[in-house]
T-cell receptor, first 109, second 115 residues
Framework: RKEVEQDPGPFNVPEGATVAFNCTYS??????FFWYRQDCRKEPKLLMS???SGNEDGRFTAQLNRASQYISLLIRDSKLSDSATYLC??????????FGTGTRLQVFP | DAGVIQSPRHEVTEMGQEVTLRCKPI?????LFWYRQTMMRGLELLIY????????DSGMPEDRFSAKMPNASFSTLKIQPSEPRDSAVYFC?????????????FGPGTRLTVT
């Protein structure tokens, strides 16, 4: 079983829709959580951190559920430019980032 | 700052040949990471350095892979001999260390094809 699991998608949604991705992690000792975004044929970039209390950045909301060991990302009012792969990232007690395989989002007009 | 620089951007080589990938991290960053990305396995950490010292190479697939960081501004990942299953995108990333170590800055990647 992978340490970080994501539904690969693709999620195909119309502009303006709300879409949510989940990610589960297996190591209960995981300490920090993030979402990265990767555009097609580009490098990954940090999107946002995920805190137990929730974290909102404009149209994006990230949540952490430690008891169930999952992380979520909610995108409201989807834009065409949101089309990308979203990577769930977990850190244990080292400097290593553990990446999920990503969830692909395609927003259509 | 120019960001993380990788070369070459594309590499096509024949099985059995030696391949060397290069990376220049962001100046002042203490950490350097090498990743490999494929459709099947996603983004995998191969090795990482802290202050030019290899800390964890448990992700290096086998002895055919080696990585060096002779100074703070340069690192190489070498595959010798290369095999078709090594075909992937190889990313180098750097991070400042400390409390902000979770934000890794990736280079544009090297797309390797081994025929």
């Amino acid at each position: 079983r992978k340490e970080v699991e994501q539904d690969p998608g693709p999620f195909n949604v119309p502009e303006g829709a709300t879409v949510a991705f989940n990610c589960t992690y297996s190591n209960s000792a995981s300490q920090s959580f993030f979402w990265y975004r990767q555009d097609c044929r580009k490098e990954p970039k940090l999107l946002m951190s995920v805190y137990s209390s929730g974290n909102e950045d404009g149209r994006f909301t990230a949540q952490l559920n430690r008891a169930s060991q999952y992380i979520s990302l909610l995108i409201r009012d989807s834009k065409l430019s949101d089309s990308a792969t979203y990577l769930c990232v977990v850190i244990h007690n080292t400097d290593k980032l553990i990446f999920g395989t990503g969830t692909r989002l395609q927003v259509f007009p | 700052d120019a960001g993380v620089i990788q070369s070459p951007r594309h590499e096509v080589t024949e099985m059995g040949q030696e391949v060397t990938l290069r990376c220049k991290p962001i100046s002042g960053h203490d950490y350097l990471f090498w990743y490999r990305q494929t459709m099947m396995r996603g983004l995998e950490l191969l090795i990482y350095f802290n202050n030019n010292v290899p800390i964890d190479d448990s992700g290096m697939p086998e002895d055919r892979f080696s990585a060096k960081m002779p100074n703070a501004s340069f690192s190489t990942l070498k595959i010798q001999p290369s095999e078709p299953r090594d075909s992937a995108v190889y990313f180098c990333a750097s991070s400042p260390g400390g409390q902000e170590n979770y934000e890794q800055y990736f280079g544009p990647g090297t797309r390797l094809t081994v025929t």
